[in-house]
């Protein structure tokens, strides 16, 4: 949960944003959540929030469910939606989002 890092508002703010299908811009996101604006320590605590399975990378799969990190009521992201966030930030092509990867990708927005 991003209890203590993020706020309600934020989230709930972020959400409603991206709640129809193919909405979903990732720079929008980030910024809107407040994540963009947050140290790198904190951008590191959401990845591990969002690296489900604790490999140290978040996965096509995780992605897809990525806003549900965020509200467990969130929608999934469509295929399209999780192919253009994947593409954003598996900078090195191995088909996942590494840490550095990740907060590359927050810093960007």
Not at 12 to 37: I, N, T
Not at 73 to 95: M, N, P, V, Y
Request: hydrophobic share 45%; with cysteine; net charge negative.
């Amino acid at each position: 949960s991003f209890a203590g890092i993020l706020s309600d508002a934020d989230i709930d703010a972020a959400l409603a944003a991206c709640q129809a299908a193919e909405s979903f811009k990732h720079k929008e996101f980030f910024a809107k959540v407040g994540l963009s604006a947050k140290t790198p320590d904190v951008i590191k605590k959401a990845f591990y929030v969002i690296d489900q399975d604790k490999s140290g990378f978040i996965e096509e799969d995780e992605l897809k469910l990525f806003l549900q990190n965020f509200a467990s009521s969130a929608r999934a992201l469509t295929d399209k939606e999780t192919e253009t966030f994947l593409k954003a930030g598996d900078s090195d092509g191995d088909g996942k989002i590494g840490i550095d990867e990740f907060a590359d990708l927050v810093k960007e927005a």
